[in-house]
């Protein structure tokens, strides 16, 4: 089969783009699957730029559904090469409380009273003492979080 064929049998079902930047996003950016840290840096900035501006965009614009349309088509492949290039570790009881003294901008001496003082938390930090259930009610109750998140994965 020939292009020129291939292209007669899905004239029929073409969805024709009128606007000038539909048209420039789908050939410079077409929605497909990202093989390449290149091709992935690439299309996370042009995501980053249209993000920004979309905010920018009057709520019912036309230029915001054109936005909106191809950050739906796009995101799915970003999310797969990053699911595949990108792994999440597991999340120890540790790793998460550094996260979230981190994300609280807290240090050992600010939680200190929550597990029993500054070398207590030193020794969960460094893996060298585990969480209580106690610790973890009152981390938990101090963070807004579920009881559950302290615990492996």
Known sequence: ????????????????????????LYVHFPPRPIVTKKMYAHYREAVNILMHEI????????????????????LPFIEVYEKKGFPIGRATPEKMLRFLMEQNELSQYD???????????SAILHGKRKLTRDHIERLAKRFGVCPATFFPS
């Not at 064929?5 to 539909?22: A, G, I, M, Q, W």
């Not at 905010?55 to 796009?74: A, D, W």
């Not at 939680?111 to 938390?121: C, E, F, L, N, W």
């Open 55 to 74: 905010e920018k965009v009057e709520n019912n614009g036309i230029l915001r559904i054109i936005i909106q349309e191809y950050l739906n088509s796009v």
């Open 1 to 24: 089969m020939t292009l020129e064929t291939l292209e007669k049998k899905l004239k029929p079902y073409e969805n024709p783009v009128k606007d000038v930047f539909s048209k420039w």
């Open 111 to 121: 939680i200190a009273s929550d597990v029993g003082g500054q070398p207590v938390v």
